[in-house]
């Protein structure tokens, strides 16, 4: 297993424990990929997964910037054009990072997508 699915599998059991409920994961299109989909009551959540053992080039969260948002945006589109019953709820888009220690870190709301 690749050290980034661990980092999936340990961000969805973490998150799962909170209480949401996965959706999909590794969902994949031509524009994109989204790591985990998930529920968090009626809201659907697209849930970025960051590890980084290192810190020295800058945190796990420094590396989604205004690109990586952008695509995660575009990606999120076309799931909801293929899953209509998801586009009717509220959308948000969160952060889950995991460190050299294996300390995970939540960032509800990461980035606003509001036009």
């Known amino acids: 297993m690749s050290s980034g699915a661990a980092a999936e599998d340990r961000a969805l059991s973490f998150l799962q424990a909170q209480g949401l409920k996965l959706i999909a994961?590794?969902?994949?299109?031509k524009l994109g990929?989204?790591?985990?989909?998930?529920?968090?009551?009626?809201?659907?959540?697209?849930a970025e997964v960051r590890s980084?053992?290192?810190?020295d080039y800058g945190s796990a969260a420094e590396t989604v910037d205004?690109?990586?948002?952008a695509k995660l945006v575009r990606a999120t589109r076309v799931l909801l054009a293929a899953?209509?019953?998801?586009?009717?709820r509220p959308l948000r888009f969160d952060l889950v990072t995991l460190d050299g220690d294996?300390?995970?870190?939540?960032?509800?709301e990461a980035f606003d997508v509001s036009e």
Not at 34 to 41: E, G, P, T
Not at 52 to 55: E, G, L, W
Not at 83 to 88: D, I, K, N, T, V
Request: hydrophobic share 40%; net charge positive; aromatic share 8%.
């Open 66 to 69: 205004w690109r990586k948002q």
């Open 33 to 46: 990929e989204l790591d985990l989909v998930l529920a968090d009551a009626d809201t659907v959540v697209i």
């Open 25 to 29: 994961r590794n969902w994949r299109c």
């Open 52 to 55: 980084r053992r290192r810190s």
């Open 102 to 108: 294996g300390a995970v870190e939540w960032l509800r």
């Open 83 to 88: 899953r209509p019953e998801l586009a009717e």
